[in-house]
Structure formats: structure tokens, C-alpha cells
């Protein structure tokens, strides 16, 4: 089966411009995880769909950081206006549908590395 | 709230070496899930193993091995006989429900 896929994979960008990126679940994946990696630290979840709704976006910066999937299958992730600090690689992840939440595994795709300058 | 632990930031080993990677957790969950996740240079997280909280038993995959301990909430990696494609950073995560929270990694080094 295809794997989660991400565009672009890479992104240089001047603080205070926008940037979106784009992720593909793989076919049949309920939910959708956008997470953030910082440098030598570990993925922080940013934003969880289940379909097209929101179940966690807690930790989303909502200021400047926005995330939708509108049909339920691909999401995009938009970032207005960026700052230095939002330099990470942006890992879309998917698992499938399950009664038991907790069990799924999580494929992530390759991710999208963002420099703000 | 969820917390993993990964007291290990960088390990070096020489090629054939055993190395053990160490996780520890914090859930006042009694049901959840415990994962290990290996992320190559080239940047995309590979799962290798997934524990629930009921399953204490040990696992052993090929030159891999976990140890889930619920008592001192720890689950331990192993890499038996290091080889250099193993070099990697490598995650620990806890699950509940969907929610799935990483420590920070170790990076692990393996030279010939």
C-alpha cells in the first residue's frame, strides 16, 4: 500500500511570510496527526482529525497556525506568519479506523523541513 | 498527564557491541499503549514495536528485544550485536486513546 505522502519536502522561507504543506493519508486512514519536530527533540502533536472534525488541536499555536481537511482525506497545514522559531520538520501521520484507538499504529510520512530565515 | 522519558541523549557503540536504550513513563492511565519508533537520517519515523499495558512480556524480534517493566514503568530496548544501519534516532512513545506523546530520542551511533 502507498505510504503517507508529504509536498513539499523542503521549504525556505523569510519570517513573516506564509507557508502551507500538504500531506495524503494513506487510502482508508480515519485519523489524520500533523506534528512538529524541533531539532534534537522529540515530535509534538500539533493538530488530530478523525474525518474531516478536530479531536485535539490543544496544542496548536491558533494565532498563526491553521490545519483543515475538508473532505475527510488530505489536510493542509498553513502557517501565517511564520517566525524563526517555527524552523522544524512538519510530520504528517495517519492510522486506521478502530475500535480500540489506543492500539493503532501511527504511519508517518517522510515530513516536510521548514526554514524560516 | 502523559510523560516519556529518555534519560540517553547519544550512545555510541563500536559495530557487533549490545546496547540497550532506556524509557521511562508516566500515565495515571491503566490502559495504554507503550510504542518504539526508529528514525533514520533520511527523517521518516519507522514503528517497530507496540506493548499494551496488560502485556508484560518480553519481546524479541530478530537482533531486537524489549523490556516492559510495569513496576518501575520502564520499557527498554535492546539491539543485540549493533550493526552501522542502526544508526538512528530512536523514539519511545505512550499512547492513550489516539493520543500518542514521544520523549525526546536517543541518537544512536554505530561505527565499523
Known amino acids: 500500500e502507498a505510504g503517507v505522502a508529504q509536498s513539499p519536502r523542503y521549504k525556505i522561507i523569510e519570517k513573516r511570510q506564509s507557508v502551507a504543506f500538504w500531506c495524503n493519508p494513506i487510502?482508508?486512514?480515519?485519523?489524520l496527526y500533523w506534528y512538529q519536530q524541533i531539532l534534537g527533540q522529540g515530535p509534538k502533536l500539533l493538530i488530530q482529525?478523525?474525518?474531516?472534525?478536530?479531536?485535539?488541536d490543544s496544542q496548536l499555536p491558533k494565532d498563526r497556525f491553521s490545519a483543515e481537511r475538508l473532505k475527510g482525506v488530505d489536510s493542509t497545514l498553513k502557517i501565517q506568519p511564520a517566525k524563526l522559531e517555527d524552523s522544524a520538520v512538519y510530520l504528517c501521520?495517519?492510522?486506521?479506523?478502530?475500535?480500540?484507538?489506543?492500539?493503532?499504529?501511527?504511519?508517518f510520512g517522510a515530513g516536510s523541513r521548514l526554514t524560516v530565515l | 498527564a502523559q510523560k516519556v522519558t529518555q534519560a540517553q541523549t547519544e550512545i555510541s557503540v563500536v559495530e557487533k557491541e549490545d546496547v540497550t536504550l532506556d524509557c521511562v513513563y508516566e500515565?495515571?492511565?491503566?490502559?495504554?499503549?507503550l510504542f518504539w519508533y526508529k528514525q533514520p537520517p533520511s527523517g521518516e519515523l519507522v514503528f517497530l514495536i507496540r506493548?499494551?499495558?496488560?502485556?508484560?512480556q518480553n519481546e524479541i524480534s530478530g537482533r531486537y528485544s524489549w523490556n516492559f517493566q510495569k513496576s518501575t514503568s520502564s520499557f527498554n530496548f535492546t539491539i543485540t550485536a549493533s550493526q552501522v544501519v542502526d544508526s538512528a534516532v530512536y523514539f519511545c512513545?505512550?499512547?492513550?486513546?489516539?493520543?500518542?506523546?514521544f520523549g525526546k530520542g536517543t541518537m544512536l551511533l554505530v561505527s565499523p
Open positions: 512513545a505512550l499512547k492513550r486513546y489516539s493520543t500518542l506523546t
Open positions: 487510502s482508508g486512514h480515519a485519523t
Open positions: 482529525f478523525q474525518n474531516n472534525g478536530v479531536v485535539d
Open positions: 501521520a495517519s492510522s486506521p479506523p478502530r475500535a480500540n484507538s489506543g492500539a493503532n499504529v501511527l504511519t
Open positions: 506493548r499494551n499495558s496488560f502485556d508484560e
Open positions: 500515565t495515571r492511565d491503566t490502559t495504554y499503549y
